[in-house]
């Protein structure tokens, strides 16, 4: 997942400066909300500095935790747009600054009460590991919502979402949008590149994609190190692989969304020597999306 100059520019402002103001206006915020006691939104446009406790967590394989936190209150929703990630912060023992990293919620970002995020962890990851670490009734702070590509519904007839590993939360999240939204009628194709059989996350919300959506939702594992049983496709997210699953469609009308290593998302989008995979199968510069 490479990180956009934006966010950056965001994490660095909200780690330098105005967390003791954030802190206060976020107190004063959900003091009124909590009065009027109407549903309210806890992420706007500006800092958040909200502290939510760990409701649950669940390890889902041998590197990563679903972590559901509790809104401040039950009719509470996140108020995220289609797409965004939330700036998590802690204070790691011994040093002076805090870590800002952010994560793609994979609730539904209408979800009222819980925010839940899937979260990999990276052996010396100092975000990953505090997080790892967390146990229910554990507050963690939530800095400011982070807002990526805004999703305009309809805007194309079909998307392709390309996924590498744990770049799959946006991409379900995007997903998730539009397949829940009953005015959105987007054609959705996902290919997701994984290293192992067990690496595969969210597969039971994808299954029941697949039920409900047959005429216009179709997912596409493919596994570098795969198992020997496995039923699933073999190899990384090549060429060759999203000719045969997602051929440009003739009229040239979609999108395609990516988020994966930066060694994947390199190969598909390019880089200053290298023209990319996508557009090398004929999608042009501004069809192609990373978060
Ligand atoms: C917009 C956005 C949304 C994101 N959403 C999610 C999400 O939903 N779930 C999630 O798990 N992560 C997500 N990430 C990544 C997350 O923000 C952190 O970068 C990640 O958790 C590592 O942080 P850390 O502090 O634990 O590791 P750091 O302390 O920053 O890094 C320590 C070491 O860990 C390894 N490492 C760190 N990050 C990576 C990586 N991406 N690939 C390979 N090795 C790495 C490296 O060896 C590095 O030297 C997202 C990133 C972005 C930009």
Redesign the pocket.
């Known amino acids: 997942?490479?990180?956009?100059v934006r966010?950056r520019t965001i994490i660095a402002g909200l780690t330098a400066g105005g967390i003791g103001a954030g802190l206060l206006l976020s107190r004063l915020g959900r003091d009124i909300d909590a009065d009027a006691n109407v549903p309210s939104k806890v992420f706007g446009r500006g800092p958040a500095f909200v502290s939510l406790p760990l409701e649950s967590e669940e390890q889902v394989n041998h590197d990563?935790k679903r972590l559901r936190f509790s809104l401040p209150n039950p009719t509470d929703i996140s108020g995220l747009s289609l797409t965004s990630?939330v700036l998590t912060m802690s204070w790691p023992k011994g040093r002076w600054a805090p870590?800002a990293?952010?994560?793609?919620?994979?609730s539904h970002i209408n979800e009222p009460g819980v925010l839940e995020?899937?979260?990999?962890?990276?052996?010396?990851?100092?975000?990953?590991?505090h997080?790892h670490s967390l146990k229910p009734g554990d507050k963690l702070l939530f800095a400011a919502a982070?807002r990526?590509h805004q999703w305009v519904p309809n805007s194309v007839p079909h998307v392709t979402l390309i996924a590498g590993?744990?770049g799959i939360?946006?991409i379900f999240q995007l997903a998730q949008g539009i397949l829940s939204n009953p005015d959105d009628k987007t054609a959705v194709t996902i290919v997701y590149g994984v290293n192992t059989n067990e690496d595969c996350h969210l597969t039971k919300e994808f299954q029941k994609y697949e039920n409900e959506f047959q005429d216009r939702f179709k997912i596409v594992y493919t596994v570098s190190r795969p198992d020997e049983k496995t039923t699933l496709r073999k190899g990384r997210v090549t060429k060759e692989l999203l000719e045969e699953v997602v051929p440009l469609p003739k009229n040239g009308e979609t999108k395609v969304f990516v988020c994966g290593?930066?060694a994947m998302e390199s190969s598909l989008v390019g880089s200053r020597k290298e023209t990319g995979i996508l557009e090398q199968l004929g999608y042009r510069k501004d069809q192609i999306h990373t978060?």
């Open positions: 997942m490479a990180l956009p966010p990563t990630a870590v990293r952010p994560y793609t919620p994979v995020l899937l979260v990999k962890h990276y052996p010396d990851g100092k975000q990953s590991t997080l982070l990526g590993g744990a939360t946006p290593p930066p978060f």
